[in-house]
Each structure stands twice: as structure tokens, then as C-alpha cells.
């Protein structure tokens, strides 16, 4: 006998693109299920207690910042539901930290990219399977401890869109081959560039307009790598894709690349790339992580690239019509009152380029190699001196409210050893 499954979503603005991509590949792979978009902790309940499903499958997903406040909806999800429904958390925190994800109440964890792993959930519940057949969980033992199942399998991005039906940017690239030690995208999604064709980008372009929708955006960690499985852009590629989502778009229609949600590495900005950009994009912006202004810092956080190639990318980007919006953080491990004073020198004739400077808080996010490094001490002459950039407009991000982040991680990460984290079933 075959169960019904109710798929109940915690449908969170913050991640919507993760969400529609494990929504899409249960479409692709046609697999029967009840979906309910549950905007708030209430709905999200009243969902769960509607469902006249044998089975409820309730997914979260959530950034690590976001991790405590999700674990308080998650307490008032379960009170409001009577405790129905099987809770699984996803994403890059649930990937890194599957152990405190249980502990905080989740029945699960998803590890890893949520594609095979929703599909082989839903149809494992429906057949009635050991969730230990499920590839990418962590399944809570009969002492608590969270237990990982077989990996999920990295998959090439065409195997499954980006959404169907919905609207959102397109995934073009997966994994990263640069190793910036406090990122956590070649943790979740591997160490090596996973392109989209240009066939399947031109079909969700297809999709989208024929939904009335005529901007077109692109998720990639590094835009200008499209196409490239090393450091050099191939702009052959890009060209190629520019051209083809061009030809699919009625004349209205736009292209935004290398801005949000995306960015590009500053020794991507070449003159020729711009020029290939301005024949195709229509972004007036374009966002350029730059990251420190000291070379000790690049250095040791594994950037791969020194302050060099930031103030040239800065000048050719503006030469060309662009706009940049550059990204600093501070705080970084090992960082000093020099490092510092080296940023906002730095940040402040990058402004006078005509650069705008998007300033963050080092974090030490799960999963990267620099969760259990201590974050620099950032003076109130730093503050000062950010808080100056962005009373002249030349400065803007949530720098204050990430250093609350970083403090509260730090403290986590101290109560999760690294070494307690593994442990095998299945
Ligand atoms: S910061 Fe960007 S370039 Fe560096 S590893 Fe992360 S995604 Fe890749």
C-alpha cells in the first residue's frame, strides 16, 4: 500500500530558491505529494493539522543566523500541531551542524544538496521504508545522537531546474573552486564549478516568459567563472549564455548579471569583459568582492587574490558605466588595528572611485574551515570610521547586526566540538 504524503513548507522569503529547487525536483521526478506554503509559524501549523494525509513532511530550512530564531518556530509549530508531522531541516546549517539541528528539536537533518534526498524522503515515506535507505540525513538515534545515512549524491545541474512554475533567479553554477576560508558554498556544494547548460537556462527563461515574466537573474558564486572550470573566465561561455536567455526574451526584456543576488571576483573585471557585459546586461551595478584591504588578510583567509586587481577592477567597472558595489568585512581571524586602518584607506579611495562599500562582519560560519576561529576585535575607531563611510553614502550593510551574529556562533561552536560531529547508520 502506498501512503499519502503532505508536504508542508516553512516558506521563509529568506530562502525561497533553495525551496523551489527541492519543490522542483519533486515535480521533475513525479512524485505524488500534497504541497501547503506555510508563511508564518501559525499557518505552518494550521497546514499541518489540515492535512488529511497518512503522512506530513514538514520542511525548514534556514541560514545559520537564522538557527535560533528557527528552533523557537519550530517549538511553536509542535505546540500549535499537537506534535504531528516528521520535521526536517535543510540547508547549509542543518549540513554543518546535524547534531544541534536534533538537539534543538528537528527529527531530521538534511546533509547536502536536498534534491535526491526530498525525492528518496517522500517516496520512502510513501512505501512505508527505514528512513536509513534515505541518502543525506541525519537521523535521530535512540539517545539522541544524530546519525548519517549515505551521502547524497552532487549531481550535474541540469539533472533538476531551479524552480517550475515559480519565479526566482536562475542557478546557473554549483560549488565553488576557490577556497575562501570563511565561505560555506564549497562546503555545501563541493570544491569544483557544476555549470547549467545553456540549453536548460534558455528553457527556464522560455518558462518565465511565458508567465509574463521579463527579467532574468542568475544565482552563481562567481559570475564571470560561468562556464569555466578553472580560475579564467571564459567569456566565450558567458557570451554564449548572455545571448541565448537575449534571444529567448521579447525586446523589453532584461538581463541582470553579475549583481544581485550574484557577484564577480575582481580579477574577473577586465575591460573586455565589461564591454561583453554592456552588449547584453541590463544592470547599472555590479557587485565585486573585494573583502580586505590588507594582503596579510587575503592571504590567510585563502581569497586567492590580493588588493591588487581591487582598485583596477573598481576603475574599469566605473569606466564602463558600472557601478560597484564592493564587499569588506571586518573581523576577520588574525585581523589587526593595520589590517584595518589598510580597509578603510582602501575602502574610502575605492568611494572616491565611485564605488559604493558593502560592509559585513566576519562570521564563523559551520562547515567553513574558520568556524572555531576567533573573530578580531573590531575598536570603536574602526566603528567610527565605517559609521562615517556610510553617513557620507558611501557605505551601507548590516555590519552591526552581523557582529551580533559572529558572537552568538562563536559561542555555539564552542558548545559543538568538531570531533563529536560523525557518526554513521545504514
Ligand atoms: S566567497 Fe565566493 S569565491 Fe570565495 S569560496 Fe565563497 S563563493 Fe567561492
Known amino acids: 500500500m502506498v501512503a499519502d504524503v503532505s508536504v508542508v513548507v516553512r516558506y521563509r522569503k529568506a530562502v525561497t530558491y533553495g525551496v523551489h529547487a527541492l519543490l522542483a525536483a519533486l515535480e521533475t ?16 501549523a494550521e497546514h499541518i493539522n489540515a492535512s488529511e494525509a ?35 531541516a535543510g540547508g547549509v546549517h542543518a549540513t554543518a551542524e546535524p547534531q544541534q539541528v536534533i538537539d534543538a528539536g528537528w527529527d531530521l537533518a538534511g546533509i547536502g544538496e536536498g ?54 533567479p536562475i542557478e546557473i553554477t554549483r560549488g565553488c573552486r576557490y577556497t575562501c576560508r570563511f565561505c560555506q558554498t564549497p562546503f555545501m556544494f563541493g570544491g569544483q564549478f557544476r555549470h547549467r547548460s545553456v540549453a536548460s537556462v534558455r528553457e527556464h527563461v522560455r518558462g518565465m516568459v511565458d508567465r509574463g515574466l521579463r527579467d532574468i537573474r542568475f544565482i552563481t558564486p562567481t559570475s564571470l567563472s560561468y562556464g569555466s572550470p578553472g580560475p579564467d573566465p571564459d567569456l566565450g561561455a558567458v557570451e554564449e549564455l548572455l545571448a541565448g536567455v537575449k534571444e529567448e ?15 564577480v571576483r575582481p580579477e574577473h573585471v577586465t575591460p573586455e569583459a565589461m564591454r561583453l557585459l ?113 553617513q557620507r553614502g558611501d557605505a551601507y550593510g548590516h555590519w552591526r547586526k552581523q557582529a551580533e551574529h559572529s558572537a552568538r556562533l562563536a559561542e555555539t561552536a564552542k558548545a559543538y566540538p568538531r570531533r563529536a560531529r560523525r557518526r554513521r547508520t545504514g
Not at 58 to 66: A, C, H, T
Request: aromatic fraction near 6%; proline fraction near 8%; glycine fraction near 8%.
Open 249 to 263: 526574451l521579447p525586446p523589453h526584456g532584461r538581463v541582470f548579471f553579475g549583481s544581485f543576488p550574484s557577484e
Open 29 to 44: 521526478a513525479k512524485v505524488e505529494h500534497d504541497l501547503r506554503l506555510g508563511t508564518t509559524p501559525e499557518e505552518t
Open 54 to 88: 497518512d503522512r506530513v513532511l514538514v520542511l525548514w530550512s534556514f541560514y545559520s543566523p537564522d538557527a535560533e530564531a528557527m528552533a523557537a518556530e519550530l517549538a511553536t509549530v509542535k505546540a500549535l500541531s499537537g506534535g504531528r508531522g516528521l520535521h526536517i
Open 115 to 168: 534534491e535526491s534526498t526530498i525525492i528518496a524522503l517522500v517516496r520512502a515515506l510513501q512505501e512505508d521504508q527505514p528512513l536509513t535507505t534515505v541518502p543525506g540525513l541525519a537521523i535521530k538515534d535512540a539517545d539522541g545522537v544524530a546519525l548519517r545515512t549515505r551521502p547524497a549524491p552532487q549531481l550535474p545541474l541540469d539533472t533538476f531546474p531551479s524552480f517550475l512554475g515559480r519565479k526566482g
Open 278 to 390: 554592456k552588449r547584453y546586461v541590463a544592470n547599472d551595478n555590479l557587485i565585486i568582492g573585494a573583502q580586505s584591504g590588507s594582503d596579510k588578510v587575503l592571504a590567510a583567509s585563502g581569497r586567492g587574490h590580493d588588493t591588487s586587481p581591487v582598485r583596477d577592477a573598481v576603475r574599469i567597472a566605473v569606466e564602463h558605466g558600472f557601478r560597484p558595489n564592493v564587499d569588506f568585512i571586518f573581523g576577520m581571524p588574525g585581523e589587526d588595528e593595520a589590517d584595518q586602518a589598510a580597509s578603510i584607506r582602501l575602502a574610502a579611495d575605492l568611494a572616491d572611485l565611485g564605488a559604493r562599500i558593502h560592509t559585513h562582519t566576519f562570521m564563523p560560519l559551520p562547515g567553513t574551515p574558520w568556524r572555531d576561529a576567533e573573530p578580531a576585535f573590531i575598536p570603536l575607531t574602526t566603528m567610527r570610521e565605517l559609521d562615517r563611510l556610510a
